[in-house]
């Protein structure tokens, strides 16, 4: 029995340190461990009244058509109203317009602004305005508006649940946590083209079968 | 046989002289100027220390409400104002974070990535300074200075040299801590 007790408080007393080290291990750990690197992301600013429609309508988009939305995903999103102190400080002295939707670099470089009338008036547009815009830093080429379409031949994706209440008042969802960069945006219609190769190809070719024609009916008849 | 190649010449030569302007790479402006300090928070959003109701200061909450606005969360910053106040430590700051379901990163092990990664992605941090007693908001660190916004003087940005910032840090529990939000845009280039 000497002996059991004895077990006991030898255990007892190994044991409490490692317990000890274990909780303050636990108490000592970092609780957010995967800090976003999102230096590159860009900035996507809609500034407006909050109480004027094309700016609220705007906001929407944003929320309801794929392609802005996941454009917003990939960036760092600001919905700016006029009555903030963000506004007055940041946006007043170099806003052209309200309600004003700017694309930014991760530098601040503007990549695309419009205000006011100079928007467009669908979403579709807003996108396709903006991913000009993009193209343009790339150094890519416009996608052809009657190319458009051949982005989604499939079924295209549905328009997510709809925003809340029209409140501007609470924050704003937080946006995911992720290592961003410059967004991507759909490039697709580059892939259905022939190679530049084939192209110059049929070309050298096609221009010298009508010289040779238009030789022939010339010369020919000499 | 001659005049069949200069012709041929001819139309590929003439061929592609349309210029597409979009084809043009863009040159932007190769040197973009940073904005100084990168955080820069509007004045009228800097939150100035006050005494809480146990007569203590509540400069980590002026802090964290000044990095909120910042980084959009007007509303939990209001919140937050009303709500808390007087010194904090970092466990207890931890547990109202958590009861708040705020998104936010800290250390306290002075660990200077935390506060370049803080920096580097525009949102800012919380540190400790004066031996721990105090905290103000970094609003800044490049490879030579870092700049301060303290919320006793929230008027001015104090620039101390970089590695005099990482030892009063270091000296002071290492602790710095942020929201984790979208910061706002940077002014255009």
Redesign the interface.
């Known amino acids: 029995m000497k002996r059991l007790l004895l077990a006991l408080c030898a255990l007892c007393l190994f044991a409490a340190p490692c317990f000890a080290d274990a909780t303050y291990g636990v108490l000592?750990e970092?609780?957010?461990i995967n800090?976003?690197?999102?230096?590159g992301k860009w900035?996507v600013?809609v500034v407006g009244n909050a109480q004027d429609a094309q700016y609220q309508t705007i906001l929407k988009w944003f929320n309801t058509n794929p392609s802005l939305r996941k454009l917003k995903n990939q960036v760092?999103?600001?919905a700016v109203t006029t009555d903030?102190?963000?506004y007055?400080?940041?946006y007043s002295m170099?806003v052209k317009g309200l309600p004003t939707v700017?694309m930014?670099n991760?530098?601040?470089?503007?990549i695309y602004?419009a205000a006011g009338k100079n928007l467009p008036f669908t979403p579709e547009g807003l996108y396709a305005a903006m991913a000009d815009g993009f193209?343009?830093?790339?150094?890519?080429?416009?996608i052809l508006p009657w190319r458009r379409n051949h982005v989604c031949p499939g079924p295209c994706p549905q328009p997510g649940p709809g925003p809340g209440p029209d409140d501007p008042?609470?924050?704003?969802e937080?946006?995911p946590?992720d290592d961003g960069n410059a967004p991507v945006i759909d490039q697709p219609v580059e892939a259905g083209l022939p190679p530049l190769w084939l192209m110059l190809l049929v070309?050298?070719v096609s221009?010298?079968a009508?010289?040779?024609v238009q030789?022939k009916e010339t010369y020919a008849k000499k | 046989m001659r005049?069949?190649l200069l012709?041929?010449l001819l139309?590929?030569s003439l061929?592609g002289c349309e210029i597409?302007q979009?084809?043009?790479?863009?040159f932007?402006?190769s040197v973009?100027e940073?904005?100084r300090p990168v955080v820069?928070i509007?004045?009228?959003?800097r939150q100035r220390n006050w005494v809480g109701n146990q007569r203590e200061g509540s400069c980590v909450h002026a802090t964290m409400i000044s990095l909120m606005?910042w980084q959009?969360?007007?509303?939990?910053a209001n919140h937050w104002r009303q709500t808390y106040g007087n010194g904090e430590w970092p466990d207890g700051l931890?547990a109202k974070f958590d009861r708040e379901k705020v998104?936010?990163?800290?250390?306290?092990k002075g660990d200077v990535k935390?506060i370049e990664?803080a920096c580097?992605?525009?949102r800012g941090c919380g540190i400790t300074v004066m031996g721990g007693a105090h905290m103000v908001a970094l609003v800044h660190l490049d490879a030579k200075w870092a700049g301060l916004l303290d919320n006793n003087n929230v008027s001015k940005i104090k620039w101390v040299p970089r590695e005099m910032l990482i030892a009063e840090w270091k000296a002071s529990y290492g602790w710095a801590v942020t929201p984790?939000?979208?910061?706002?845009?940077?002014?255009?280039?």
């Open positions: 000592a970092e609780r957010v800090l976003p690197n999102d230096q900035y600013s760092h999103f600001n903030t102190m963000i007055r400080d940041r170099n700017r930014q991760n530098q601040g470089v503007v602004e193209n343009k830093v790339q150094g890519i080429r416009p008042t609470p924050d704003p937080p946006q946590i070309l050298i221009a010298g009508g010289v040779a030789w | 005049h069949w012709a041929l139309c590929v061929t597409n979009s084809t043009i790479p863009f932007g402006p973009v940073q904005e820069n509007p004045l009228a959003l606005r959009g969360r007007m509303n939990l931890s998104r936010y990163a800290y250390t306290e935390f990664w580097r992605t525009r984790v939000y979208t910061p706002a845009a940077p002014l255009p280039q």
